[in-house]
């Protein structure tokens, strides 16, 4: 079976909620899902997914979140060849760099050599119905990538 891990970081939540409708909509399509929290995983353990997806939220004028920047260090050391990967986020559009950490996270998995499945995501503040329905886009074309 299709193994997806999802690794998410969230402040306010709303990270955590858009990774919860992905996983949902992976679960939809058949698809086992592991979600977990950025500091609870390695970056290693996207060696043993299908499909790797990090949803993470930006922090201030464009930064990582503290939380978060070791697993970005360390994916980009691995080879993640033969895996599909997709990347999803929030932020707001009052800075300047609305959802850079998105576009870090996907320049990282592209060092990895795990092919984009998918196009970002990125949600203003928490998930709308628009955003909802974006996502499982997201889900099923990421499903289809690594067929």
């Known amino acids: 079976m299709t193994l997806a891990k999802i690794v998410y970081a ?8 858009i990774a919860d409708i992905v996983a949902e909509a992976f679960e939809n399509l058949d698809i086992e899902v592991e979600v977990e929290e950025c500091t609870q ?4 353990d996207f060696e043993n997914a299908d499909i790797c997806v990090v949803a993470t939220y930006t922090y ?4 990582l979140p503290d939380e978060i920047v070791d697993l970005y260090e360390e994916l980009q050391e691995l080879d993640l060849s033969g895996k ?3 990347v999803c986020g929030s932020g707001d559009t009052f800075y300047e760099f609305y959802c850079k950490s998105v576009d870090d996270f996907d ?5 990895t050599g795990a092919s ?3 196009e970002n995501v990125k949600v203003e503040m928490a998930p709308e119905e628009e ?5 499982e886009v997201f889900a099923k ?3 289809e990538a690594a067929s």
């Open 41 to 44: 995983v390695e970056a290693e």
């Open 10 to 17: 969230s402040m306010t939540g709303n990270t955590e909620e």
């Open 116 to 118: 984009k499945g998918t």
């Open 131 to 135: 955003d909802i329905e974006k996502l």
């Open 84 to 86: 599909t990967y997709g």
């Open 60 to 63: 201030g004028e464009g930064d």
């Open 141 to 143: 074309t990421l499903v």
């Open 107 to 111: 320049a990282a998995f592209a060092k």
